[in-house]
């Protein structure tokens, strides 16, 4: 990322750190989306424990989010959630322009998801029904960080099945069997007549006290606590200055 873009950012960025304004003449283009973030009000990343069983992650839901989780669950009983290990560009092709039909994917998209698929990243669900794939969800792994995006599927062919709330239920279920994944970052996007991030409490994220890191070199993402921690990416070891609260870098939230 060549510097003279990242200029001039700070001036209007939500996130002034120990290393302050001084700072402000690095970094520019990318921190756009952190000022949006911050008017939108979100300013935690939207992180959901996985370190306990399903059972015990469903006894901690709201009355809300266990009818939800019942009720998707029950919708799909003919569906069958999956694992895939290899990217299908083809595939991938396909939900994405039907996503990009009800929300506005950002133009890189397809560009950062394989880069994110080179470095060994990424993580990818589906549900198929009879054979056939009928929802897709990619999941950014960073060691035992992982921020989700949302399952792309039609949502006028599959109106009546509850499939994003089945997605995000079973993304979380598999998640809690999986000891490699302590959080879930569930991110954040507006949605139609709701606040931003609304419907994304049912499935009970909660304010651990976490910001993300993203690293400007390599895209590597981790929480940390304390704003003098990890200056350094836990990847590629180069010096990470900025952070930001809620973990949309790449895809802003504008943009979902
Ligand atoms: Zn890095």
């Not at 919708?75 to 092709?93: F, H, Q, S, T």
């Not at 954040?188 to 419907?199: I, K, L, R, T």
């Amino acid at each position: 990322m060549p510097s003279s873009n990242l200029r001039e950012t700070l001036k209007t960025a939500p996130f002034i750190g120990p290393l302050g304004k001084s700072l402000a003449r690095v970094y520019r283009k990318n921190m756009r989306t952190a000022a949006d973030w911050w008017s939108q009000g979100i300013r935690y990343p939207a992180l959901v424990d996985v370190r306990m069983s399903w059972p015990e992650y469903e006894a901690r839901l709201a009355k809300e989010g266990k009818y939800y989780s019942r009720r998707s669950f029950r919708l799909n009983l003919d569906c069958e959630y999956d694992i895939v290990e290899k990217l299908d560009m083809a595939l991938l092709g396909r939900f994405a322009a039907i996503w990009d039909g009800f929300y506005r994917l950002p133009p890189d998209f397809i560009e950062t998801l394989v880069e994110t698929y080179q470095r060994g990243w990424l993580r990818i669900r589906v549900a198929r029904l009879q054979g056939e794939i009928i929802s897709l969800q990619y999941m950014e792994q960073y060691g035992s960080y992982a921020l989700c995006l949302p399952p792309f599927y039609d949502k006028d062919a599959h109106r009546l099945r509850s499939l994003g709330s089945y997605m995000w239920f079973k993304l979380v279920q598999q998640a809690t069997s999986d000891p490699t994944i302590d959080f879930l970052d569930f991110g954040g996007g507006p949605v139609v007549n709701m606040p931003p991030d609304a419907y994304k409490l049912r499935y009970n994220p909660q304010d651990f006290g976490y910001r993300i890191k993203t690293c400007l070199t390599c895209g590597y993402m981790w929480p940390f606590m304390r704003l003098n921690e990890a200056l350094r990416c836990k990847n590629c070891g180069k010096r990470v200055w900025v952070w930001h609260y809620a973990a949309r870098f790449k895809y802003p939230a504008s943009e979902w």
